[in-house]
C-alpha cells in the first residue's frame, strides 16, 4: 500500500512507527496509563481467547497478550507499524499483525468468513485509535460481525472532558489545546508534521453506535489524576508523585470515568444478529 493512499492518520503514524516506541515508550505517564487499561484486559480475556485488536500500533498490548497465551490478530491502517508489530509477535504461534483500518471492518469480516475462520472471543481497541475514526457504527458493524455472541468488547477513547489536560496546556498558554476535547467537530491534530482529524466521541454517540449488538458492561477513567502526555517529560521526573496519582486513580476510576484522560468501555456482545445476516 501505497503511503499517498493512506488515510490521514495512517499515514502520519507511518512516518514515526520506528522510532514511536522510543519516542513514548519511556513516558512514565502512559506506562501508568497502559497499566490500568491491562488491568481490565488480564480480567476479560482469560488465556488461549482469540482477540481481534483495533488500531494496535506498534504491537505493545498484542504482545503482552500474547505473552499470556492469547492468540492475537492485531489490526492497524499503518503498514509501517504493522510491520513492526508483525515482527514482535512473530515467536508467538497464534498471533498475527494485518493492515486494516477500523473502517473497513465490514469488508475484514466478511474476508475473515469467506476463509472459515472462526469468530473473536473479544476484540479490543486502545489509545484513542478510534478518535481518528469519524464513522464508528460501520466499525460497530464490522465488530458485530467479528465478535461472537457473548464475547467482549474494550474500547479505550479519549475523554471528552481532561480536567488535567486543561491544566497543562493552559500552564503552556495554549487555551485552544486546553479547550479543544469540548468540541463536538472534528479537531485538527499535529504528527510529525502531518496534520489529521481527531474527533471527541461523545458517549451518547458511542452508546448508540454499539446498539443493539453490544451491550454496555462497565465504564472506566484511565488518567483521572495520572497527567495526559502533555504533561511529559515533566511528570516523568516525578515518579513518586506519579505514583501516588496512579492509586487514586484506582480508587476513583469509576465514578469519576468521564474525567479521564481516557475512558474505558466494555461491553458485552448480544444476541442480535449483525446486520445483513
Given at each position: 500500500m501505497e503511503s499517498d493512499v493512506l488515510r490521514p492518520a495512517a499515514f502520519a503514524f507511518d512516518t514515526v512507527a520506528t522510532d514511536f516506541d522510543h519516542r513514548f515508550g519511556e513516558w512514565l505517564s502512559v506506562s501508568a496509563q497502559r497499566r490500568a487499561v491491562r488491568h481490565v484486559l488480564g480480567e476479560v480475556f482469560p488465556a488461549t481467547s482469540r482477540i481481534l485488536e483495533i488500531g494496535g500500533g506498534t504491537g505493545e498490548d498484542a504482545l503482552w497478550l500474547a505473552e499470556r497465551g492469547c492468540r492475537v490478530l492485531l489490526t492497524d491502517a499503518s503498514p509501517r507499524m504493522v510491520q513492526i508489530s508483525a515482527h514482535k509477535l512473530r515467536a508467538h504461534h497464534g498471533s498475527s499483525a494485518r493492515v486494516a483500518a477500523a473502517e473497513t471492518l465490514e469488508t475484514f469480516a466478511i474476508d475473515e468468513s469467506e476463509i472459515g475462520q472462526q469468530a473473536f472471543d473479544g476484540a479490543f481497541s486502545n489509545f484513542a485509535a478510534l478518535n481518528c475514526v469519524s464513522d464508528v457504527p460501520a466499525v460497530a458493524r464490522g465488530l458485530a460481525r467479528l465478535v461472537r455472541p457473548g464475547g467482549t468488547l474494550v474500547l479505550v477513547v479519549f475523554g471528552t472532558c481532561s480536567p488535567g489536560e486543561v491544566v497543562?496546556?493552559?500552564?503552556?498558554?495554549?487555551?485552544?489545546?486546553?479547550?479543544?476535547?469540548?468540541?463536538?467537530?472534528?479537531?485538527?491534530?499535529?504528527?510529525?508534521?502531518?496534520?489529521?482529524?481527531?474527533?471527541?466521541?461523545?458517549?451518547?454517540?458511542?452508546?448508540?453506535?454499539?446498539?443493539?449488538?453490544?451491550?454496555?458492561?462497565?465504564?472506566?477513567?484511565?488518567?483521572?489524576?495520572?497527567?495526559?502526555?502533555?504533561a511529559e517529560p515533566w511528570i516523568s521526573r516525578h515518579p513518586r508523585l506519579l505514583s501516588v496519582l496512579e492509586a487514586i486513580d484506582r480508587r476513583v476510576s469509576g465514578w469519576l470515568a468521564p474525567l479521564g484522560d481516557h475512558v474505558l468501555y466494555q461491553y458485552e456482545r448480544t444476541a442480535v444478529p449483525p446486520d445483513g445476516a
Amino acid at each position: 500500500m501505497e503511503s499517498d493512499v493512506l488515510r490521514p492518520a495512517a499515514f502520519a503514524f507511518d512516518t514515526v512507527a520506528t522510532d514511536f516506541d522510543h519516542r513514548f515508550g519511556e513516558w512514565l505517564s502512559v506506562s501508568a496509563q497502559r497499566r490500568a487499561v491491562r488491568h481490565v484486559l488480564g480480567e476479560v480475556f482469560p488465556a488461549t481467547s482469540r482477540i481481534l485488536e483495533i488500531g494496535g500500533g506498534t504491537g505493545e498490548d498484542a504482545l503482552w497478550l500474547a505473552e499470556r497465551g492469547c492468540r492475537v490478530l492485531l489490526t492497524d491502517a499503518s503498514p509501517r507499524m504493522v510491520q513492526i508489530s508483525a515482527h514482535k509477535l512473530r515467536a508467538h504461534h497464534g498471533s498475527s499483525a494485518r493492515v486494516a483500518a477500523a473502517e473497513t471492518l465490514e469488508t475484514f469480516a466478511i474476508d475473515e468468513s469467506e476463509i472459515g475462520q472462526q469468530a473473536f472471543d473479544g476484540a479490543f481497541s486502545n489509545f484513542a485509535a478510534l478518535n481518528c475514526v469519524s464513522d464508528v457504527p460501520a466499525v460497530a458493524r464490522g465488530l458485530a460481525r467479528l465478535v461472537r455472541p457473548g464475547g467482549t468488547l474494550v474500547l479505550v477513547v479519549f475523554g471528552t472532558c481532561s480536567p488535567g489536560e486543561v491544566v497543562v496546556e493552559l500552564a503552556r498558554l495554549r487555551p485552544r489545546s486546553a479547550f479543544r476535547r469540548f468540541s463536538t467537530h472534528p479537531v485538527v491534530a499535529h504528527l510529525n508534521g502531518r496534520i489529521f482529524p481527531v474527533q471527541y466521541h461523545r458517549p451518547r454517540e458511542i452508546k448508540l453506535a454499539m446498539q443493539p449488538w453490544f451491550r454496555q458492561v462497565r465504564r472506566r477513567g484511565i488518567g483521572i489524576f495520572v497527567p495526559p502526555s502533555a504533561a511529559e517529560p515533566w511528570i516523568s521526573r516525578h515518579p513518586r508523585l506519579l505514583s501516588v496519582l496512579e492509586a487514586i486513580d484506582r480508587r476513583v476510576s469509576g465514578w469519576l470515568a468521564p474525567l479521564g484522560d481516557h475512558v474505558l468501555y466494555q461491553y458485552e456482545r448480544t444476541a442480535v444478529p449483525p446486520d445483513g445476516a
